[in-house]
């Protein structure tokens, strides 16, 4: 069984024409029961584990000059599992033109590992960390879209198995691209999109023992919609 009480605040401000500033406090409550019983009905295993996360983060917009925009932005986590702070820098510079956009993002990104990680035996386990480094671009051009994003990201601290146990001495990285076209003009009372991504990625983590593409990590993928 699972149980989760979300509570957020949150509260904006617009400095200037050129600066916007908002901030915000979040909590999570956690609670995870994983109960087994054998075939006469007498409970065989009872794992439980209660554990809270809390989190401020605060969020810089600013206009550089016409058409460029930055942001810079961070999060600060206090994970209760196991008792450690987290600080979450988030950097991204925006150009918007009449039709062509282009963009250049950075940041960490946290997450707690999965409850069947934590109620199963562990050491010393830590938040897993994602940092991601993004570039993008679009162009829009009489009814046709065109968008395209090239990425990194670093994996660390991730769930590792080691000797039956869990450790947070996994890593791994993704690396890849996404291509996006819509076109709503050629032809007449018709649209379409197409889509390609290409993503090469490869963890040692869970239970593997050598560095692996997980299952949900497919390397190519296309789609095509017509209405």
Do not use: C
């Amino acid at each position: 069984s699972e149980n989760e009480l979300h509570i957020k605040a949150r509260a904006d401000k617009s400095i200037s024409r050129v600066y916007k500033i908002s901030g915000g406090l979040e909590a999570y409550l956690n609670g995870y029961g994983n109960y087994y019983r054998d075939t006469l009905g007498r409970q065989v295993q009872h794992l439980y584990t209660n554990y809270n996360l809390y989190a401020a983060y605060i969020d810089n917009q600013f206009r550089i000059v016409h058409g460029l925009y930055g942001n810079v932005s961070g999060r600060l986590e206090y994970a209760g599992f196991n008792k450690a702070w987290n600080a979450a820098p988030r950097l991204s510079l925006n150009y918007i033109g009449d039709r062509f956009q282009v963009s250049a993002i950075y940041g960490k990104y946290y997450q707690t590992p999965d409850n069947t990680i934590l109620v199963s035996a562990h050491s010393h386990l830590k938040q897993e960390l994602a940092t991601h480094y993004i570039l993008g671009a679009s162009y829009d051009f009489k009814g046709k879209l065109i968008k395209a994003e090239l990425y990194y990201k670093d994996y660390s601290h991730l769930h590792l198995l080691q000797e039956e146990m869990y450790t947070s001495g996994g890593y791994g990285k993704s690396t890849g691209f996404d291509l996006y076209l819509s076109d709503e003009t050629t032809f007449r009372n018709l649209k379409y999109n197409i889509s390609y991504s290409y993503n090469n990625s490869k963890r040692l983590y869970n239970d593997f023992s050598v560095l692996y593409t997980p299952l949900f990590a497919t390397k190519h993928n296309a789609r095509f919609s017509v209405k």
